[in-house]
Structure formats: C-alpha cells, structure tokens
C-alpha cells in the first residue's frame, strides 16, 4: 500500500526541483525525502526523476504529478481545515431518540434553534431506552422505565383524550355526559368505529379502565402504529381514538377528556455516567424545559 507521505514528497520536489528545498517546504530530513522517493519509484516501477545537476521529472513522473496534484491538493485542503476548526468551538453532535408523534408536534419547530447537529431515532419507548442504555443514543424523550444509571427528568405532562373529526355528530353523546349517564356514553362510544395505535389498545385500554373501570370491549377497524397518520385519517373518517391533547390539531375535536384526568409524563433520559453537562444544556433547551 503507498504511503501517503511519498506522494507529498514526489509532489514537493516536482515542484520545488530540489531535494533540499522539498525537505524544507516538507520539515523533513533530506535523506528522508530521498527515501520516500525512492520507495515510490520502487512501487510503481518507474524512475520519476533524472538525478541531474537539477532534479528533472521523467515523462513518467510527469503523467503521475497530473494525475496526483488535484486530489493531493484536496486531501491538503480537508486538512487544513480540520486543523483550522480543532481551534474553534466544537458543535456538539446528540444522538437523541425520540417517540415520533412528540417529535412532530413539539421538537421538528426547535431544532434549528439549538447549537447542536442531531442525530434523531425513532422508536417505541423500550427499543430507545434500551439503546441508550447500551450506549447508542445520547439522549431519549419517552416515558420513564426502570434502567440502571439513567436519569428521568420530566420534560411534558401529557393529558389523554377522545378525538375525532369535527363531522362526527356528538349531541347524543354529549347529552349522556352532561346526564352523567355514563353507561349511555359507554354504549355511544362502544358503537363508534376505532382506530388504535397498538393491537393490544394499550392507550385506549388505560383511558377505559379510568373512566368506566374495566377494559373496553372494542375491536378496532385500523391499527397504525403513527398518531400523526391516525389523526390524520380522522380528518377523512367519522372514527374515534384516544391521543394526547397536543397532538389533535385544529382541523380535529376533542370529544371528551374524561370523567378522570388520564395523564403521562414524558422525560428527558440520559445516562449519568455519561451525559456532558453542555448536552443537557442543549437538550433541556430543545425541550423547552432550560
């Protein structure tokens, strides 16, 4: 494999026409740059220059300068400038792991704000945990699991409710909760088509088991595992589902918050042995939450 080091040097004196002035434009010894030379020439075979009073290039050495002298020049260049930003103020790069629907609704608006480059991930609560813990994420906004080292800083109090789209009729409905009928508002809810976010209704299921105490009996027409997209199909469908308040936009309504307030809390997650005190800086800037 060529050394780098003899193509700098061939370079230099092709342009220099003196090993003594290459050695001096290189800080390298003479006798080094007749060593690089000659192990170049000894690796493509080729004499690349006639030792004369003044060093003269051969017509070999001449086709590789033309060759080597513009991607040299770049290599030199990527140098230099990696040498000029090592004396500057390094932006921090955050592997940050995020679940997505938050990610949407709150964080894509903030992060130009922040001085960091971000590396996000998606994913469901427990693959971003487990990533960070192993060391593979720097940060993640989720909700809280038990994992050793981590630290759980609240970052939203996330508040659950029943959307749909402003089409459906709900005067019957909002008859039985004004009644306090909530065996009518069971049944009204019961009749409507759902679309959930997992097969197991794990959202729907903890809303039900709040307000009715017991688990729903409902059979969803749509599972998508995307609260932006569900939400997004409620808008062309009279179906129902169970999302944070945040994340229902205008163009859908909040039918009912509950008889009892069904929460969550998101947090900021990140590994205390590892974590810079800058990174959650920036972090609990992104979040809101300095």
């Known amino acids: 494999m060529v050394n780098l080091e003899w193509y700098r040097t061939f370079k230099a004196v092709y342009q220099t026409g003196s090993l003594t002035a290459a050695s001096k434009a290189l800080f ?7 060593q690089h030379l000659a192990s170049l020439e ?3 075979g080729k004499t690349l220059f006639e030792r004369k009073p003044r060093i003269v290039p051969t017509d070999y050495g001449k086709l590789m300068y033309t060759q080597i002298v513009e991607p040299l020049g770049r290599l030199e260049d990527v140098e230099a400038h990696f040498n000029a930003m090592s004396f500057k103020k390094q932006t921090p790069l955050i592997r940050l792991g ?12 903030r992060v130009s704000t922040v001085d960091a480059n971000l590396v996000v991930s998606f994913g469901s609560t427990r693959e971003l945990l487990d990533k960070l813990h ?4 720097d940060f993640v906004v989720s909700t809280k699991l038990p994992y050793k080292n981590l630290v759980f800083e609240p970052v939203l109090q996330e508040h659950y409710v029943i959307a749909a789209s402003s089409s459906v009729d709900t005067s019957v409905f909002d008859r039985c909760v004004s009644e306090e009928d909530w065996a009518g508002v069971e049944a009204w809810l019961l009749f409507k088509p759902w679309m959930a976010y997992t097969t197991d209704l794990a959202i729907i299921r903890r809303f039900w088991i709040k307000n009715f105490n017991k688990r729903p009996v409902i059979k969803p027409y749509c599972v998508i595992p995307d609260m932006t997209v569900i939400l997004s199909a409620l808008r062309h469908y009279p179906a129902l589902t169970v999302a944070a308040d945040y994340l229902v936009g205008d163009e859908l309504k909040v039918i009912w918050s509950g008889r009892d307030a069904t929460e969550s809390m998101l947090y900021l997650a990140y590994d205390k042995t590892t974590a810079t005190a800058e990174g959650v800086r920036v972090m609990k800037e992104l979040c809101g939450t300095k």
Do not use: D, T
């Not at 995020?98 to 964080?107: I, S, T």
């Open 98 to 109: 995020v679940v997505q629907e938050y990610f949407h609704a709150v964080l894509s608006s």
């Open 42 to 44: 000894a690796h493509v």
């Open 134 to 137: 192993k060391g593979l994420l």
């Open 28 to 34: 390298i010894s003479q006798p080094n740059v007749s």
